[in-house]
């Protein structure tokens, strides 16, 4: 049985440093195909693509976020994270991890819960 | 970026309706479409990947067609856990974008 969570703060002041947690069991992150993605939802929006770590470390980012996205994986923990730097309340949205199946088209077919993280001074 | 538009935003049907939502990539995207269902406060569910094969575990009265730029996901036969949002995404390139969702309603 896969299941995701993610973890971290609910609160962060505008210009913080945003790090999320997927902590994740059913499956491993070094099987080939298999990859971790960040997907955020602002309140009463579409979903947004943030980025995907799959098993060989190749890492993927939204062009639009990049220079503030770091996405990083700890096999032996079955984790994965993400930080996000200069967080602005633009940013203010329920953040989702998902497993993904690579191995020939590629989709989230596992959601964590998700986590809202509201930024505000 | 590859943009993804929906149509409709938002539709009311009746329970027994035949309900078809339209994606439309702004380029080829081949076949690298996925169809997800997202209920008030819950995570999306996968429904649909590589455009028409339906996820395991996923009623048949949902199905999927389409390539190149033109998606639809249907439902034969709208039952009352199916009103939710739908949301297309496409796989084919990164970002791997999300459309603007369809939100179906009771009538």
């Known amino acids: 049985q896969i299941t995701l969570k993610e973890s971290g703060p609910t609160l962060v002041k505008p210009t913080q440093t945003l790090t999320l947690t997927c902590t994740f069991s059913?499956?491993?992150?070094?099987?080939?195909?298999?990859?971790v993605g960040w997907i955020r939802q602002p309140p009463g929006k579409a979903l947004d693509w943030l980025a995907l770590?799959?098993?060989?470390?190749?890492?993927r980012y939204s062009p639009s976020l990049k220079s503030r996205l770091t996405i990083t994986k700890d096999t032996s923990k079955n984790q994965v994270v993400l930080t996000m730097t200069n967080m602005d309340p633009v940013d203010t949205a329920t953040y989702y991890c998902?497993?993904?199946?690579?191995?020939?088209?590629?989709?989230?077919?596992?959601w964590g819960q998700g986590t809202l993280v509201t930024v505000s001074s | 970026d590859i943009q993804m538009a929906q149509s409709p935003s938002s539709l009311s049907a009746s329970v027994a309706d035949r309900v078809t939502i339209t994606c439309r990539a702004s380029?080829?995207?081949?076949?690298?479409l996925n169809w997800y269902q997202q209920k008030p406060g819950k995570a999306p569910k996968l429904l649909i990947y590589?455009?028409?094969t339906l996820q395991s575990g996923v009623p048949s009265r949902f199905s999927g067609s389409g390539s190149g730029t033109d998606f639809t996901l249907t439902i034969s036969s709208l039952q009352p856990e199916d009103f939710a949002t739908y949301y297309c995404?496409?796989?084919?390139?990164?970002?791997?974008?999300f459309g603007q969702g369809t939100k179906v309603e009771i009538k």
């Open positions: 059913g499956f491993s992150l070094s099987t080939s195909g298999v990859g």
């Open positions: 995404q496409q796989s084919y390139s990164t970002p791997r974008t």
């Open positions: 590589a455009a028409s």
């Open positions: 770590i799959y098993w060989d470390d190749d890492k």
């Open positions: 380029q080829s995207i081949s076949n690298y």
């Open positions: 998902a497993h993904s199946d690579s191995t020939g088209w590629e989709y989230f077919d596992y």
